[in-house]
């Protein structure tokens, strides 16, 4: 995985673990992580994006899973924002944001895997960015 340094004068990291474990009622859409092997053959990745069903009453809700110091943190969707190709969906929750974007392309012998995947997550004065894979479907 390649964490990105970025440059600011109160800049501290915001390590994201491994997402080991998702709640059974989550589905998600798409996995990010550090290489696709990994995602692959060892369900390794750092964010989880897709949704939780809450009821038969209200409609699924979109989430994105990371986990932080060995916990697992849920983030709420809030808006999705398209500049050209790229697609970012924002997420927050406690104090986090959590930015995803990516391009949405397809080659013919990599369906639906995403190079050069852009997170970043902050938290007020600390923040890391990382380049990752990103790949759709199902754990």
């Known amino acids: 995985m390649v964490l990105l340094t970025v440059s600011a004068c109160t800049h501290h990291p915001i390590p994201l673990g491994i997402v080991r474990h998702v709640p059974i009622y989550f589905h998600n859409s798409m996995l990010f992580g550090e290489n696709i092997k990994l995602m ?6 750092i ?16 989430v994105a899973f990371i986990s932080i110091d060995k916990q697992l943190m849920q983030l709420n969707f809030m808006e999705t924002t398209k ?7 924002a ?8 930015l995803v974007s990516f391009t949405m392309e397809e080659k013919e012998d990599q369906k ?3 190079e050069k995947a852009h997170l970043r997550i902050g938290n007020k004065d600390k923040h890391s960015e990382y380049i990752v894979f990103g790949k759709t479907g199902y754990l």
């Open 83 to 89: 500049n050209g190709d790229e697609i970012t969906n």
């Open 91 to 98: 997420y927050y929750a406690n104090g986090f944001t959590l």
């Open 112 to 114: 639906n895997i995403y």
């Open 40 to 45: 692959e053959e060892k369900n390794e990745f």
């Open 47 to 62: 964010v989880a994006t897709g949704m939780i069903d809450t009821t038969d009453e209200y409609p699924p809700v979109k």
